[in-house]
């Protein structure tokens, strides 16, 4: 099961901290040029238009890490498991930037949600 | 004693037991080292106590490869030689650099660690480094600070001393003024190393001044010690016996030319807190407390991969209003529109004072402009991580001579470096090892620039560190030297620099040249008694 918009909007501070923004960072250097990529939408839909929506949304299916995220699980499990995929290597490149698959597949999913939001 | 050439007689032979030619880190570590050897030492200069313009052009040669190498300012040709611009960053060769290692053709060293380890000490001494200590452990106990968890199978932190640099020119200047058993002839251009018919032993070289009188040496041992490129160009042109130049037999002469390949920005680092725990690893605005830095250099080298360093630049702000202008310029020529054209205006408005900065001193040739503070002081928040390459041996990236002639009428050298799919390969490793590993701790995501498709990128770079061309192998056929440094076939001929290294690692090289040259004064001594 797909999980809700909310789910994956109460992610977002989590997984923006799991890509390595910076806000107060970049708020200090008036500098607020990584908005593109803190846009978990931004990466998500560049995922999906690198490596297909339909590939990923099957892909996004089977993956246990949805299941936490629906289930509301601790942010802390998401986080263990992106840091697991860099262990094992399970990552891919979006846009040049090298990110675990669990945090790719949260962004693709915000950028879906985005699109269904829009389209109604 | 110092000998302006200038002075000496037209014509003149001067009889010596030693003669070195260059006096460089090697040539000036050789001379010291054999003051004791009860013989005299001739050591021949090009230049002169400072730098000159007309004797510096006598570097100049072409580019035929990659990369504008402009071979006249990756060298000097003054007394103390290049180590006149050294920046002193320094680190042992590690025992396994000394293996073979099976996928890579030609790697490996005829000697071992073992066989230069006595010398490192004293090197060290000479380049006025700190303890002969390299390990993590010392130098992180000694700032009282961990780095992080790497994982050792992917990369580890490798620590680097860092000289005041070590001016051989200047701090040994008196040792070799004030001693009578070795003579230092300035402005004095080894012009050709002339051999006895059947080549197996110099009897004379050929020195020329610019404007000036020529004379020769007629030493009992020759050691070139005039540099990575010099030192080949020299046996090349020493055609009077060998038509293809000396020691050249099997046309080794020259080839295997290395370089350490330096890709800036390959990638970029954009780190989950601020001033990430990196402790000695962080270069540029946040300086090492102590005379040492470390960066993250490979683990284990898969198949077909050599050794890699990637060096961590921090950055107080993230600038990416240049790249945007780039893409945007570019872009418009094309009479095509970006994508996120929208983001890039953003990006070029925000940075505008980078881009006047960066516009400054691009126009002005000045490393400092009005528009843009230092970010001294200001946490960091990213990263850019240069990658700098160990390059494998190479037959075809080579020196060779061109047509043009020099001001004393010599062929200037022509250099055509060239890499192969090992350094690709290696690229892509070292780039992806370093993301992987800030992503599994949790320090940043990391955004990798891919190589170009065919070729190499415009702001690849090399690090003036010029390795290989008269490479140490036992067999005549793959290299030029023998494992005591000597020319294959030539009795009284020895050469002494990076030029021997039969491999590049990925450390700097003038402590390895400074020990080497302990170890052949060693070996010249035995070769006197």
């Known amino acids: ?120 | 004693m110092f000998v302006d050439a200038r002075t000496v007689a037209q014509g003149a032979s001067i009889e010596t037991g030693i003669c070195i030619i260059g006096a460089g880190a090697a040539g000036i570590t050789l001379a010291r080292s054999l003051r004791s050897a009860h013989v005299p030492v001739v050591l021949l200069e090009s230049g002169g106590l400072e730098f000159d313009a007309a004797t510096q052009d006598l570097d100049a040669g072409l580019m035929t490869g990659l990369h504008n190498y402009p071979t006249d300012v990756s060298r000097l040709r003054y007394f103390g030689g290049t180590t006149n611009h050294w920046a002193g960053t320094s680190r042992p060769f590690e025992a396994s650099d000394f293996h073979p290692q099976p996928s890579i053709p030609l790697s490996g060293w005829p000697i071992a660690l073992e066989d230069l380890s006595p010398y490192y000490r004293t090197a060290q001494e000479i380049c006025q480094l700190g303890p002969f200590d390299y390990s993590t452990s010392y130098w992180f106990q000694k700032i009282g600070q961990s780095p992080p968890a790497f994982d050792p199978a992917r990369v580890h932190p490798t620590i680097f001393q860092i000289s005041p640099p070590t001016r051989f020119g200047e701090v040994y200047r008196n040792d070799l003024k004030d001693e009578e058993n070795v003579t230092v002839y300035l402005n004095a251009n080894a012009v050709d190393l002339q051999a006895v018919a059947d080549a197996s032993a110099i009897e004379r070289i050929h020195v020329a001044t610019l404007g000036g009188p020529s004379f020769s040496v007629r030493p009992k041992y020759t050691v070139l010690a005039a540099g990575g490129l010099e030192n080949a160009r020299i046996l090349l042109l020493s055609r009077g016996v060998q038509p293809n130049g000396l020691g050249n037999t099997y046309d080794v002469v020259g080839r295997y030319f290395m370089d350490h390949p330096y890709f800036p920005a390959a990638g970029f680092v954009t780190f989950a807190t601020l001033d990430p725990p990196l402790p000695l690893m962080i270069l540029g605005v946040k300086a090492s407390p102590v005379a040492a830095f470390a960066t993250l250099a490979n683990a284990a080298k898969p198949d077909g991969t050599a050794g890699f360093q990637v060096l961590i630049q921090g950055m107080t702000r993230i600038i990416t209003g240049v790249d945007s202008l780039k893409t945007v310029a570019s872009s418009l020529s094309n009479l095509t529109t970006p994508d996120h054209l929208w983001d890039h205006i953003q990006a070029i408005i925000r940075d505008r004072d980078a881009i006047a900065d960066n516009a400054y001193r691009t126009i002005m040739r000045s490393r400092q402009s009005p528009f843009l503070a230092s970010g001294v002081g200001l946490p960091i928040q990213a990263a850019s991580l240069d990658v700098l390459l160990e390059q494998v041996p190479n037959p075809a990236s080579r020196v060779i001579l061109s047509k043009e002639r020099d001001a004393l009428g010599q062929n200037r050298l022509a250099l055509d470096w060239q890499f192969t799919d090992v350094e690709r390969r290696t690229y892509q490793h070292a780039i992806e090892m370093a993301a992987l590993e800030f992503g599994r701790l949790g320090l940043g995501r990391v955004k990798i620039k891919p190589l170009p498709q065919d070729g190499w990128p415009s702001d690849l770079m090399g690090a003036n560190h010029h390795i290989g061309t008269t490479r140490m192998s036992d067999d005549p056929k793959t290299g030029v030297v023998d494992r005591n440094c000597r020319v294959h076939g030539i009795n009284n001929l020895y050469v002494a620099g990076s030029s021997v290294f039969p491999t590049s690692t990925f450390a700097n090289p003038t402590l390895t040249i400074t020990a080497m040259s302990l170890r052949l004064a060693d070996e010249l001594r035995k070769q006197i008694s």
């Open chain 1, 1 to 120: 099961m797909i999980p809700g918009r909310r789910d994956v909007f109460q992610m977002l501070a989590a997984m923006i901290a799991t890509v390595a923004i910076r806000r107060r960072a970049a708020a200090a250097s008036d500098d607020t040029s990584l908005v593109a990529i803190s846009s978990m939408e931004f990466v998500g839909r560049a995922y999906l238009a690198e490596y297909g929506t339909s590939q990923i949304i099957a892909a996004l299916a089977h993956d246990p890490a949805l299941e936490i995220l629906r289930s509301g699980q601790s942010h802390s499990m998401l986080l263990r498991r992106a840091k697991q995929d860099f262990a094992d290597g399970n990552i891919v490149l979006v846009d040049g930037w090298m990110l675990s698959r669990t945090e790719a597949h949260i962004c693709a999913l915000a950028a879906l949600q985005s699109t269904a939001s829009d389209d109604q």
